[in-house]
Structures are given as C-alpha cells and as structure tokens.
C-alpha cells in the first residue's frame, strides 16, 4: 500500500468523492476487509457494499489482497491501494488553475493556483516514474517560524528571495547538453490551526435521572 497517491481521472475522483465509497476507502486503509465485514461497519446489506467495492476496484483505488473460505462461500479480502489519496487538478483539466495567467507573490490565490499545479505536475511525475519503473528524485523542506512582527515577515522574505534567487542564477545551466529543468517553488503563510473538537451536546434523556429513563 502506497503512503499517497494522486487520483488524475475525473470518473475515479467522482467515486472517491461518493459519501459511501469514501468511509469504504477509509476503512480499507486500516486494514483488508471482506464486503461482509464491511457491511456491519457501515450499516449496508453485503450486496451493496459489493457494489461500491467493484466501483472502487474498477478505478484502481481498492485491490484484492486475498481470499479466504467461509462455510462454502470464498470470500475476497479487499484493500485500499493507498493510505491516503489527493485529486488531482488534472480532474478538472478544463478549469484548472493556472498561475501562469497572473503573477502576485503577496496572492494567497496565487499561492494556492502554486500548489495546485505541484499536485499536478508531481502526480503526473508519480504516475510516469511508476510506469517507467523508476525513481523519482525529488526534494521538500516544511518548518515553521513565528515571526515577531510583519516587519520581521518582510525582512525574512526580503532576504528569503535574495538568497533563492542568488542560488537559481548561481546553478542555471540552460546550455547544458543532457541537463534536465527542474521548478522551485517556495512558499511561506500562516500556519493553520487545528479546530478544537465539539463536543456533543448531552441529549434530554442524557439529563434525565436513570429512573426516570427506565420508566
């Protein structure tokens, strides 16, 4: 089972996206299950849930890992083929983002059309290294910072693009017989926050006495 994947076909995103088809793909990433097992879990009678299963195989995002005799009956053990999926913009080719249309380094939505197209460009990398049975080189750096003021902020990007630009004229080799482009994308924005979890409201009958409750 791959850590991630990227899912590029519009009809595999569609089924990913179905309410159902998505808590089966939850649960096969915790482990291979049975279209029976799964059943009890998500409340579904077992021909249903075979139903969602063979929608999910068709578009590689579940696969068999085995098969097992109960009674007379053999049944298939199904598994997520990755523990995590991320769609692609290639699912939306028609209105995907394109940072090339406008460029504003202080955007957030510039930002996010950057990201948009790293998913894209690095699944299609994925996809075509994993044909071609060969490793994909890559390279990422995540950290955070707290900066103490916005004038810190400006002074760090100031000196933050000095320095990559620096680097990028420093070993661009564009002349280079068998040299091969690679793009840097670096991005700096607040850290999201983890939501506090609600908790759930107690109920009428949660408030009332037991004895109440049994009556």
Known sequence: MLDVTVIEDPEA???????????LLAELAAGPASA???AGKVGLPRQKVN??????????????????RKGNV????????????????????S????PDRFRDQLSARWLLALGARLVRDVGSLITGAA??????????????????SAAE???????????????IRKYDAPDAEGGRDHRIVVAV???????????????????????????
């Open 153 to 167: 902020r400006a002074a760090f990007i100031q000196e933050l693009t000095a320095g990559v630009s620096a680097l």
């Open 36 to 38: 029976t097992m799964l």
């Open 189 to 215: 924005h607040p850290t999201v926050k983890e939501q506090p979890t609600i908790k759930e409201q107690p109920t009428v009958e949660d408030q009332q006495p037991a004895q109440e409750i049994e009556q």
């Open 131 to 148: 044909k071609a049975r060969k490793r994909l080189a890559t390279y990422a750096l995540d950290g955070e910072v707290r900066f103490a």
């Open 95 to 98: 209105v995907q983002p394109d």
């Open 74 to 93: 053999t049944e298939r053990l199904m598994q997520a083929t990755a523990a995590s999926y991320v769609i692609s913009p290639l699912a939306l080719a």
């Open 13 to 23: 995103a569609a089924v990913s996206l179905d309410p159902i088809r998505a808590r």
């Open 51 to 68: 139903y969602h299963l063979k929608a999910l195989e068709r578009h590689g995002l579940v696969e068999l890992a085995g098969e097992r």
